[in-house]
């Protein structure tokens, strides 16, 4: 359908709705209503009743027991009847001394550290090069460094750049913490003294 947009004629605006309303509902039965706020109270304060007869009901038959127990001064059979027979266990057993002495069994810590060094592994490399710059690196940082050559199960070589001996854990301690510091992650190893 077509129009004609030139010869346009306006249209009335809708009249407008006078400002009286009509009251379709009707009041009469509001007087008979309670309000919503007194249903909800109702409601909570007939469940706080029930909660507290509920409760007052269910009077565990143990703290009556107790009760009673207190009032007439008699204590329970199991409480009177309390024996102890691991002292008559302990004093006939029969105990089996070993026939060699303690100290051969057991190393002292100082004499078991004595067996024992710390090193660091600060890297591991497949090139040879690489393995002896990073040995430069380290001497530089005042630290005792060396290349270990490992040939692997697969056949590959590796070049373990390490760090140490340490006999002392505080040297062992510091010298991780200057590794780390300049950006070398490191590994701790333990080995037997030579």
């Known amino acids: 359908m077509s129009r004609d947009y030139a010869n346009k004629t306006r249209r009335k605006p809708p009249a407008k709705r006078s400002n009286t309303r009509t009251n379709s509902r009707k009041t009469t039965g509001s007087s008979t209503q309670s309000p919503r706020w007194m249903w909800l109270f109702s409601g909570y304060l007939l469940g706080i009743l029930s909660m507290g007869l509920l409760h007052l009901w269910q009077t565990p038959q143990q703290d009556i027991s107790q009760a009673i127990d207190k009032v007439t001064g008699t204590k329970s059979v199991q409480d009177a009847k309390a024996e102890f027979i691991f002292y008559t266990q302990l004093r006939d057993a029969e105990i089996i001394v070993p026939d060699t002495p303690p100290d051969a069994l057991r190393k002292t810590k100082s004499e078991k550290g004595q067996d024992e060094v710390f090193i660091l592994q600060a890297g591991s490399f497949k090139?040879?090069?690489?393995?002896?710059?990073?040995?430069?690196?380290?001497?530089?940082?005042?630290?005792?460094?060396?290349?270990?050559?490992?040939?692997?199960?697969?056949?590959?070589?590796?070049?373990?750049?390490?760090?140490?001996?340490?006999?002392?854990?505080?040297?062992?301690?510091?010298?991780?913490?200057?590794?780390?510091?300049?950006?070398?992650?490191?590994?701790v190893l333990k080995r037997p003294k030579k």
């Open 127 to 187: 090139n040879p090069q690489d393995a002896d710059s990073l040995r430069a690196n380290l001497l530089l940082l005042n630290m005792n460094a060396k290349v270990e050559k490992v040939s692997s199960s697969k056949g590959g070589t590796w070049h373990r750049v390490l760090v140490g001996p340490f006999q002392s854990s505080s040297k062992l301690a510091s010298a991780r913490s200057t590794l780390l510091q300049n950006g070398i992650d490191n590994l």
